[in-house]
């Protein structure tokens, strides 16, 4: 039997994160069994064991993945200073990111299960989201961060909250209506003056 070697199976480890990221936000942490999560990978159940110890530490390592995804794609690509804080609360809040929940934040998606896992996945989304904040308040006040974390941490929960009932509400009008609103909310909060 042929083996494969070591970026084979950390390509394949990888591949299993990422399908597991995208499903748990589709469907939720408890409703994404292991069969499932391979199969979305292209491999058999037995496979999972040669990369994770348990379902949990898939979690944790998938919630990592997709912080840290969202850090990369979001946080690093918006522009330096207040127009890049703007930037990442417009997103945030886009029709677009309502539309799309396994592509996006794994907060609006995961965060009432990630609440219930474990103390490994409840550090890594900690570790993530305070990554996520620290982003935001470096733009924010670029010479003393430390100054608006609690606030930034303030408005990113409110902000994963509207995105999270704006996912809920059946009228389609009202759920815009509640992201313009959560984006004028978010950036009062944050002392933004909208540029639009």
């Known amino acids: 039997m042929a083996r494969y070697g070591k970026e084979h199976k950390q390509a394949t480890r990888q591949r299993i994160i990422e399908t597991a990221g ?43 993945d997709q912080l840290r995804a969202q850090y990369a794609n979001v946080i690093e690509q918006a522009a330096p200073g207040i127009a890049g ?5 417009r997103w945030y809040l886009s029709p677009r990111h309502r539309d799309s929940p396994d592509e996006g934040c794994p907060s609006a998606a995961l965060l009432d299960e990630i609440g219930r896992c474990g103390d490994e996945t409840k550090q890594a989304y900690t570790d993530g989201v305070l990554a996520v904040v620290d982003g935001i308040a470096a733009r924010l006040a670029p010479a003393d961060p430390r100054s608006v974390h609690t606030r930034t941490l303030s408005v990113y929960a409110m902000m994963v909250g509207t995105l999270q009932l704006s996912r809920a509400l059946a009228d389609q009008r009202l759920s815009d209506e509640l992201l313009d609103e959560g984006i004028r909310n978010a950036l009062t909060l944050l002392g933004i003056q909208e540029s639009r």
Request: glycine share 10%; aromatic share 8%.
């Open 22 to 64: 995208r499903r748990f936000k589709r469907d939720g942490i408890d409703g994404s069994g292991i069969s499932t999560l391979m199969a979305d990978a292209g491999l058999t159940n037995g496979a999972f064991y040669a990369h994770f110890a348990s379902k949990d530490d898939l979690v944790a390592t998938a919630v990592t």
């Open 85 to 89: 804080v703007e930037q990442i609360v």
